[in-house]
């Protein structure tokens, strides 16, 4: 199984505006130099997007909008304490997965 064009292309696109400095949702947020010298910000706005994004039975992204939402927000409050994520951002959506193993299984 592999991932879908959609996830794909989800997930590229997020990166791309993230690290170009460019995201719609974070105008005005001065983070690209979290990049290099704060990386667990970064990881964990990543993470957000991932635990969030859902996607259907044949791999249809169904939330590209609010997977990125939720992501941003997190991002404005690290960078901004007076701002608020609303909702508050729950466990589940700031979780850190271990990496898979080193090993290729194939």
């Known amino acids: 199984m592999k991932l879908s064009h959609d996830v794909s292309g989800a997930l590229r696109t ?5 690290a170009s400095g460019t995201h719609y949702m974070l105008k005005g947020v001065n983070y690209l ?11 964990r706005v990543y993470a957000i ?7 259907d039975e044949d791999g249809q992204v169904l939330n590209f909008t609010h997977a990125q939402r939720r ?13 608020k994520v609303v909702p508050p951002l ?3 959506e700031m979780e850190l997965y271990g990496p898979p193993s080193m090993q290729d299984k194939i």
């Open 14 to 18: 997020f990166a791309y505006f993230m």
């Open 71 to 83: 992501a941003t927000d997190y991002l404005k409050s690290y960078c901004d304490s007076s701002y």
């Open 33 to 43: 130099e979290l990049y290099g010298s704060e990386p667990s910000a970064i990881e």
């Open 90 to 92: 729950e466990d589940w």
């Open 49 to 55: 997007f991932t635990n969030v994004l859902e996607v």
